[in-house]
């Protein structure tokens, strides 16, 4: 997870300025996506809650872990991203993606340091042979030194809500994390 002061200085410049849109936190220390609201769970197993150690050498508590769906925008239509093995941990500040975990899953980290004219920026890019999104990318924005992201989350609604991966449409990618232990 980003230092502490860091993330709390951003926290502080995100909540003040109303035009950001942002609700993910790009971590490139963290080994599993980490989600802060139970109702964006798909499919949740208490069996996978864990104790997570913290960069300020403390530790969180994930109460569970399952799949998070987002959209992606793709022209005229949109892509369902399924991320999962997120581990639910309500008590974090902000939803974390795991940077490491997006790359094992072959998707390109590039830093751009921008220019006189446009800002430093950080982009996210599917590869070229991915069958749905082949090169998608979308960026996101840099605060403080840290890239965030607007993801347009899925809540599951109803009783088919855990069952969700067997009513994915066909186009659906998905990410996994490494197996659960205390020292992500």
């Given at each position: 997870m980003a230092a502490s002061a860091e993330l709390f200085e951003a926290m502080a410049f995100i909540t003040t300025t109303p035009s950001l849109?942002?609700?993910?936190?790009?971590?490139?220390s963290s080994s599993h996506h980490i989600i802060k609201d139970r109702s964006l769970f798909s499919s949740y197993d208490v069996l996978g809650a864990t104790s997570v150690q913290t960069a300020n050498c403390g530790s969180l508590q994930a109460l569970?872990?399952?799949?998070?769906?987002?959209?992606?925008?793709?022209?005229?239509r949109s892509v369902l991203v399924n991320l999962q093995n997120c581990l639910h941990a309500p008590d974090i500040p902000i939803n974390l993606f795991s940077v490491g975990t997006l790359q094992h899953h072959r998707l390109a980290v590039r830093f751009e340091h921008g220019s006189v004219d446009s800002s430093p920026y950080m982009e996210l890019v599917?590869?070229?042979?991915?069958?749905?999104?082949?090169?998608?990318?979308?960026?996101?924005?840099?605060?403080?030194?840290?890239?965030?992201?607007?993801?347009?989350?899925?809540?599951?609604?109803?009783?088919?809500?855990l069952l969700a991966d067997s009513l994915s449409p066909p186009a659906v990618q998905h990410f996994s994390s490494p197996p659960l232990s205390p020292s992500l």
């Open positions: 849109q942002v609700n993910v936190l790009l971590d490139s569970a872990s399952g799949t998070v769906s987002f959209r992606l925008p793709l022209a005229d599917f590869p070229p042979d991915h069958p749905v999104v082949p090169n998608f990318s979308f960026v996101a924005t840099i605060i403080k030194r840290m890239s965030f992201l607007h993801c347009d989350f899925v809540c599951p609604s109803g009783p088919s809500a």
